[in-house]
């Protein structure tokens, strides 16, 4: 017949505990046992109990794990279900409550009794979670633990001599008996009604009876117990049964043969259905031999040179020696609350001790004493009973600690200011930030409390800068004479620095008669020289309040640092030079300021990005035909003077570009050309935009730019999907043109992505910050509003913009649109007579704008255009005229030739058509158009009347 696995594994299991119990005590087989049906049934704990002493059923408890016994037994009929177990000799299951907690969840209680040759000898029992009983397999693996359990307590008693070694009737032979014998452990069971007591044979032979004698009686034992313990343990007894509580007393027991020896008492109660107590059982130890140990360690503990104390869980003190009561005070303390003594209260003593109690963790700390005010080292160590407590006097040794501490501290700080600034001074670029840096770092340490640094311009000084240097003084450095007999001149000569200590010192070698040496807040100073490889840059002044002893290693340590501070101004002022000059191409590069024109409005902010003052990004707006308008943003990529140049190249390319009158994707396709001509390093985004005034038409093209937005007048914001072909120098043209209509009074906002993106923020989330920022806008925006709303937006976006890692540029333009009483157009046909009704309709139209200085002028270029479109081109023919600025006249046809001028000689008939239209004409050109083209000329209006 098959086993079921869950048999198998139990089976397994018993193998390996008999294999691992070879060689332990019966006690320990017990615990481990125990240990394993507490694991096996996830329970809350378990106990072992024993049947009582010869005569009695009421069980004892050998050993239990998980919960304490008394935690285990709070549940109202535990004991009831170990007692039937006990008696019946049957396995039981029952569920139990506490009723002394609210709320409380109800537990299962397993027993299986411990079977000898006679009735049960114990009782395995177990407390598991819940209300629900063990499963079948959980039961029949308790069976089966404690069925070898008792085979394996009686095998040790076969192996020592004896037979059912653990059976009550046969205890007195039984292993547990001589394991209790040999630790000198007795049980005793008192019948608190009759008087009856019963002592087994340990405790007999402990309190030195003959275990032949008996019966016993409450009295045989109160005659055994000493005349001075008998009180107090009388009084114990009476708590203890009073109170239902666990008994427990420590006495002296005076034995029939003259002898003495300390016993610990400890027992519980047993009520009966009323709850009266009718019984107390308990054990009793001899505790003499670890009294007298403990009585000798407490001699030499309280003899120690150090405070020695120990205090139970509750922090109550349960022996001082002579040290610790001269710190807690006279009186007696046995007893008392450690920290509620005057001279001990204080909280962090409190706290530590309730914490190594918790953690059951030894720990020490240093504490300032309430009392004597001095610091004692105290350490912690946890007992079974609670904390010992010792206090060693550190005050000495803190004390030179603290001093041999305080010198190395000052010798790791001055090396540690050595390292500093030079750290710091290499950071430093600027003049500025390299006084500041001495300012910080060197004059503190020497207790200094001025600074000057001059440096030498040709034959005369120059006061880079000062901090806390006198009036006066600096007064006579600026402008003076370099090489003027004085302590400064002797300083740049011979790169020697003089320390004057105080105004009565004799004047220092090679001084003049007139110099003045300190002025009225300056008592002391040190002029160090400042050099550079190739010649002297000046010297640095630092002044002192008060006359100022220099000892021999401040002179050193000065000396040593004026060639860093020379060092670090050479530095400073080659960036300075260099960063004004980036300054000054990054202005020349971009526009110095943008156009108002007709069509368009706009204001711009650049950032460049990294520490160096120029960069790759541009912006710029540029003027075409018919009052359009190109507006273009780009990024060459990185920062840099190589990107600046190669951006101010592209700004041009675009401009030159842009007057060809391009459409935007033939544009980009030809600055694609250039910037591939450039080398596989240069990748450039770019986002060329062409804006009509006239009907609000906006096209544009990116090259892997990032998307404008749009600000419709009602302030809603919308960033345009445009869809970017690749960078410049990696795209393929045809690029993609994008149109829309442009709303009047919108603004248009370009930028670069180093606006909106970062190392702390993505694309889509600097999108939805500038559109949150842009958004409720609303039009009629001046140009100084424009201003203000470029600059809010900069500080919003890169609020630490003086840090930021990538350039950043903005450009945002507010649209207009052209009256339509100031654009006229006419269809015109395609044959000679065209030219005539061009000429007539100019006359009328410019009539009406009362423009009548115009009218041969303008006739004659209209005639001239169309005429040129009759002879070389081909219909459909528009004219059309636009007042503006300038007065516009244009001339459209379906033919996608350009004309050109030609240098017609005298003999020539023709050909000076062009050639008239540029002589009357402010400017002229031609532009594309997706049907053919448009040819453009410009007059000046006239002067408005003065009257």
């Known amino acids: 017949m098959n086993r079921s696995p869950v048999a198998a594994s139990g089976d397994e299991r018993l193998r390996v505990l008999t294999s691992a119990c070879a060689g332990l005590s019966d006690i320990e087989v017990l615990e481990y046992a125990l240990d394993q049906a507490v694991a096996d049934l996830h329970a809350l704990g378990g106990m072992i109990h024993w049947a009582g002493p010869v005569g009695s059923r009421e069980p004892r408890l050998v050993c239990a794990s998980g919960l304490p016994p008394a935690v285990q037994e709070a549940w109202g009929g535990t004991r009831d279900v170990i007692v039937r177990v006990l008696r019946d000799g049957t396995p039981a299951c029952h569920p139990v409550s506490r009723s002394d907690l609210d709320g409380a969840r109800p537990v299962t209680v397993a027993a299986v009794p411990l079977r000898g040759p006679g009735p049960p000898f114990g009782v395995l ?177 309280r003899d120690m040179s150090d405070a020695f104390l120990a205090v139970d869980r509750d922090g109550r003190i349960m022996f001082v020696n002579l040290v610790a009561e001269r710190l807690l005070g006279a009186g007696d303390l046995n007893g008392r609350v450690l920290w509620e003594l005057t001279s001990a209260h204080t909280p962090e003593l409190q706290a530590m001790c309730r914490q190594a109690a918790a953690e059951r963790v030894p720990a020490s700390f240093d504490m300032r004493w309430p009392t004597d005010d001095r610091w004692y080292h105290v350490r912690l160590v946890p007992v079974p009973d609670g904390l010992t407590l010792y206090l060693a006097d550190v005050t000495d040794k803190r004390i030179q600690d603290e001093q041999r501490e305080a010198a190395e501290q000052a010798s790791a700080e001055r090396a540690a200011r050595i390292q500093e600034l030079t750290r710091t001074l290499g950071d430093a670029v600027t003049l500025r930030d390299v006084m500041q840096v001495i300012a910080e770092q060197v004059l503190p340490p020497f207790g200094a ?78 002029i160090l020289p400042l050099r550079v490889p190739d010649q002297p840059m000046g010297y640095c002044v630092i002044s002192f309040d008060r006359p100022h002893q220099f000892t021999s290693e401040e002179r050193t340590l000065l000396t040593a640092l004026s060639g860093l501070i020379a060092q670090a101004l050479a530095r400073a002022r080659m960036y300075d030079l260099e960063h004004t000059r980036a300054q000054e191409l990054q202005r020349h590069l971009l526009p110095r300021a943008l156009p108002s024109l007709p069509g368009l409005t706009a204001a711009a902010r650049y950032l460049p990005g990294g520490t160096v003052a120029v960069g790759g990004d541009w912006y710029d707006i540029i003027p075409l035909s018919a009052d359009r308008v190109a507006l273009v943003i780009g990024d ?51 986002l060329y935009a062409v804006y009509d005034p006239t009907s609000g038409e906006c096209a544009l093209v990116s090259a892997g730019h990032p998307p ?61 910050e500038l559109t949150r920022l842009l958004s409720g806008l609303r039009g009629g925006l ?7 709303l470029c600059e809010s937006v900069i500080e919003a976006m890169l609020p630490t913009r003086k840090q930021i890692p990538d350039d950043a540029a903005l450009l945002i333009a507010r649209t207009h649109r052209l009256p339509a009483e100031d654009v006229a157009s006419w269809a015109l046909p395609d044959n000679p007579i065209a030219a005539g009704e061009a000429r007539e309709h100019v006359r009328d139209q410019l009539a009406r704008w009362h423009l009548d200085d115009l009218v ?78 448009c040819i453009w000329a410009e007059q000046a209006l006239p002067a408005p009347d003065a009257t």
């Open 636 to 686: 060459v990529m990185g920062h840099g003077l190589t990107e600046a140049v190669t951006m101010g190249r592209l700004r041009t390319a675009v401009r030159t570009l842009a007057d060809l009158e391009l459409p935007p994707g033939e544009l980009l396709a030809h600055l694609n050309d250039l910037v591939s001509d450039l080398g596989d390093d240069f990748y450039v985004t770019c």
């Open 125 to 301: 029992s177990v407390l598991c979670d819940g209300a629900a009983e063990p499963t079948g397999d959980q039961r029949e693996f308790l069976g089966s633990l404690a069925g070898w359990l008792a085979k394996r307590l009686a095998r040790t008693g076969a192996d020592s001599g004896t037979k059912g070694s653990w059976w009550p009737e046969r205890s007195a032979d039984s292993g547990l008996r001589k394991a209790l014998k040999a630790v000198k452990i007795g049980s005793w069971d008192w019948n608190i009604r009759t008087g009856e007591l019963y002592w087994d044979e340990p405790a007999l032979i402990m309190l030195g009876i003959d275990p032949a004698s008996g019966p016993h009686h409450i009295d045989t034992w109160s005659n055994i117990v000493h005349p001075k313990d008998l009180p107090r343990v009388m009084a114990a007894t009476e708590e203890a049964i009073r109170t239902r509580a666990i008994y427990e007393v420590e006495y002296r027991a005076c034995r029939p043969d003259g002898t003495t020896g300390w016993m610990h008492a400890r027992g519980r109660l047993v009520l009966d259905e009323q709850g009266e107590p009718v019984r107390m059982v308990g054990t009793v130890w001899d505790t003499t031999e670890s009294r007298v140990a403990r009585e000798s360690a407490g001699r030499a503990l």
């Open 856 to 933: 041969a002028t303008t006739e004659l270029v209209a005639s001239e255009l169309v005429g040129n479109v009759i002879r070389h081109a081909r219909g459909p023919i528009r004219l059309r005229l636009l007042r503006s600025r300038t007065l516009m006249c244009e001339v459209a046809d379906g033919s996608q030739t350009t004309p050109r001028i030609r240098r017609a000689s005298e003999t020539d008939e023709g050909g000076r058509g062009l050639q008239l239209v540029a002589a009357l004409s402010q400017r002229w050109g031609t532009r594309f158009t997706a049907d053919g083209k």
């Open 449 to 526: 409390a001025g600074l000057a640094v001059l440096t030498r311009e040709g034959d005369h000084l120059h006061l880079v800068e000062s901090i806390g240097a006198p009036t006066d003084l600096l007064g006579e450095f600026q402008n003076r004479a370099a090489l003027v007999p004085s302590a400064y001149a002797d300083v740049l000569r011979s790169h020697v620095p003089i320390f004057i200590t105080s105004t009565a010192e004799q004047r220092p070698p090679g001084a003049g008669g007139g110099d003045r040496r300190a002025g009225s807040r300056m008592d002391s100073w040190a």
């Open 708 to 768: 404008p937005a749009l600000v419709h007048p009602d302030g809603t914001v919308r960033v345009l999907d445009v869809t970017p072909d690749p960078p410049l120098g990696a795209a393929a043209p045809p690029l993609s043109m994008h149109e829309l209509r442009v709303p009047e009074d919108s603004l248009l906002v370009f930028y670069t992505d180093g606006l909106i993106e970062s190392s702390t923020r993505d694309i889509e989330s600097g999108l939805a």
């Open 782 to 788: 001046s140009d100084s509003d424009l201003d203000r």
